[in-house]
């Protein structure tokens, strides 16, 4: 957590209380220094449990919010979930789950319990969806000597295989806004990132989403599978196609072209890959090669020294 992202939350939700923005009032406070907003705190342990349950259609109800002990700007958070009930199955295949997420902070304190219900999608298999159920390489969680399932994210260099094709999830849908804020924020001042009515008479309905955060939103997009990346060497053959308007989806895309051994890096392998982002017509909007160092397994990443 950070306290740009205390002030941001603050500044956005219209929170008129200066403990979280104002660190002159903090200093004279028991705090000290501002105090992160209970709220940005469980939007975020709740953000970090939706891989596990990214199949709940809605949040029924909070029992409890109990902040336990202060959030500060640097502090890094874990989140835990105990499923305490699951409940029968309903008419619409839906399924009732009582559980509760602790936010654990980086010296092993707990600093919020939620106690909440969710209804869940039942009764689709993983095969139904598409997905492998069988291969050890994509399991989803991996289990503790005390039995708790940490989730997994992205593969190691020893589980790609060279012609497999992933299809990266979730999708990613431009809004407006993205247009004109990462172009400020690039320093990019081409006039179609900021004006609707130069767009409509260029023809465009909406404002152009800048090449270069496409290209990064891309590239993020295939971090569930290429989550355990140490850094890219470079990208070539970039080749942009249809223009990507506020408003369009993007399907991203990765077949692995080749894997090689590093000869300076033990713990890491070597991938090339290839990335294709479609629209939703199915049209290319960007396709590129990278080549990147991916950690492998064992304790020598920083993985398994840091619990994941």
């Not at 600093?111 to 909440?116: K, L, R, T």
């Amino acid at each position: 957590m950070s306290q740009q992202e205390n002030v941001n939350d603050a500044l956005d939700s219209l929170n008129g209380a200066m403990l979280h923005f104002d660190e002159q009032y903090a200093r004279n406070t028991a705090w000290q220094r501002p105090l992160m907003v209970s709220t940005l705190t469980v939007q975020r342990l709740l953000g970090m449990a939706s891989k596990t349950f990214a199949r709940q259609t809605r949040i029924v109800r909070m029992g409890s919010i109990a902040m336990t002990a202060p959030v500060f700007g640097g502090d890094t958070l874990y989140a835990e979930t105990l499923v305490k009930n699951v409940h029968q199955p309903n008419p619409d295949g839906t399924m009732l789950l009582s559980l509760r997420t602790s936010g654990i902070n980086q010296n092993g304190k707990i600093i919020a319990e939620i106690d909440y219900e969710i209804s869940m999608i039942c009764g689709v298999a993983d095969s139904e969806l598409g997905m492998p159920a069988t291969d050890p390489r994509f399991a989803s969680h991996r289990m503790r000597e005390d039995g708790a399932l940490v989730e997994q994210m992205g593969l190691y260099f020893e589980d790609l295989r060279v012609g497999e094709t992933f299809i990266h999830s979730p999708r990613r849908t431009f809004v407006p806004e993205e247009a004109m804020l990462h172009a400020a924020r690039a320093l990019d001042v081409t006039p179609h990132y900021y004006d609707s009515a130069l767009a409509s008479s260029n023809g465009r309905q909406h404002l152009v989403i800048p090449q270069t955060w496409i290209l990064s939103v891309t590239a993020a997009l295939s971090t569930r599978l290429l989550g355990r990346v140490t850094t890219n060497l470079g990208w070539v053959d970039v080749e942009f196609g249809t223009e990507v308007v506020a408003g369009d989806t993007l399907e991203v895309q990765t077949t692995v072209l080749a894997l090689r051994d590093s000869s300076s890096r033990p713990n890491e392998g070597i991938a090339t890959v290839v990335t294709l982002a479609k629209n939703q017509r199915q049209e290319k909007c960007l396709s590129y090669q990278r080549t990147l160092f991916v950690y492998r397994q064992g304790d020598g990443s920083p993985y398994a020294k840091s619990g994941y």
